[in-house]
């Protein structure tokens, strides 16, 4: 099902209430929902935008999978200071949580930055839109122009936001690397989402590493040298299993580091 979370997340001004609020939301609803929306201590300005966000945090956020939603409280609490680090974990799971989301990765954000390309233009973000309204039954006739153009903005915002784009005007790609350790914990994402795959190679979500298929045997062979991760590589193939478990992820990537 399509929505438009984006709109909403887009127009968080301080991606900093999220990273407080979802290890709350993981650990209990009611108390995150008393905190939140009853007491006001995140100082929304009304109620209504306060169910909003608790609304959005749900469903951008929160995944049926409990080693995912552990993994991430796991990481943001661990992480701290860390900002771009935590925008990635928000990335990896607003993708995996928000069908629009992960598309318009994986077909416009994602393409153009494996192919090398300086910006990423609302017009081109709003032609993808339109073109998907069109050929999507679930889609046709809902959405008006006004909504594809704010759906585009907000989409691009979030971007930025999460430190993928930068600038003004026109949105440009910053520059993406994850250490080995972040890699690793990519890994474990996938693994938890993706148990039956036998190719991580052949999985629309292994570009979400930012990684080029050229050099991903040897990335990850380097991750695997630190037995963080289990692979097994045939030449065509490339099968790869995460090595911990979400509540061993810290002890085991990252203080071993």
């Known amino acids: 099902m399509y929505n438009t979370d984006i709109n909403i997340l887009g127009g968080i001004p301080d991606y900093g209430l999220i990273y407080t609020a979802l290890p709350l939301l993981v650990e209990g609803e009611d108390d995150l929902y008393n905190s939140l929306v009853n007491n006001n201590e995140f100082d929304f300005r009304t109620e209504a935008s306060r169910k909003r966000f608790f609304a959005l945090l749900k469903s951008a956020?929160?995944?049926?999978?409990?080693?995912?939603?552990?993994?991430?409280?796991?990481?943001?609490?661990?992480?701290?200071?860390?900002?771009?680090?935590?925008?990635?974990?928000?990335?990896?799971?607003f993708s995996l949580n928000n069908r629009l989301f992960y598309e318009l990765n994986r077909d416009v954000f994602l393409k153009y930055f494996f192919q090398g390309r300086a910006e990423l233009p609302k017009a081109d973000?709003?032609?993808?839109?339109?073109?998907?309204?069109?050929?999507?039954?679930?889609?046709?006739?809902?959405?008006?122009d006004i909504t594809v153009d704010t759906v585009a903005s907000k989409y691009l915002s979030v971007l930025k936001k999460l430190h993928l784009l930068e600038g003004v005007k026109k949105k440009t790609f910053c520059f993406v690397r994850l250490s080995d350790e972040m890699l690793a914990v990519f890994l474990h994402?996938?693994?938890?989402?993706?148990?039956?795959?036998?190719?991580?190679?052949?999985?629309?979500?292994?570009?979400?590493?930012?990684?080029?298929?050229?050099?991903?045997?040897?990335?990850?062979?380097?991750?695997?040298?630190?037995?963080?991760?289990?692979?097994?590589?045939?030449?065509?193939?490339?099968?790869?299993?995460?090595?911990?478990?979400?509540?061993?992820?810290?002890?085991?990537?990252?203080?071993?580091?």
């Open 61 to 93: 956020f929160i995944s049926k999978n409990a080693d995912v939603n552990l993994l991430s409280v796991n990481l943001i609490q661990h992480l701290k200071n860390d900002e771009k680090s935590k925008a990635q974990v928000l990335f990896w799971l």
């Open 189 to 257: 994402f996938y693994t938890y989402t993706h148990k039956n795959s036998n190719n991580i190679l052949e999985e629309d979500f292994f570009n979400f590493s930012f990684i080029s298929k050229d050099n991903a045997v040897a990335r990850l062979k380097k991750i695997g040298k630190k037995d963080w991760i289990k692979m097994n590589y045939t030449g065509t193939s490339l099968r790869v299993e995460g090595s911990f478990k979400p509540n061993e992820i810290i002890d085991g990537i990252f203080r071993r580091a």
């Open 125 to 144: 973000v709003v032609a993808y839109l339109k073109d998907k309204i069109a050929t999507t039954e679930e889609l046709k006739g809902k959405w008006s």
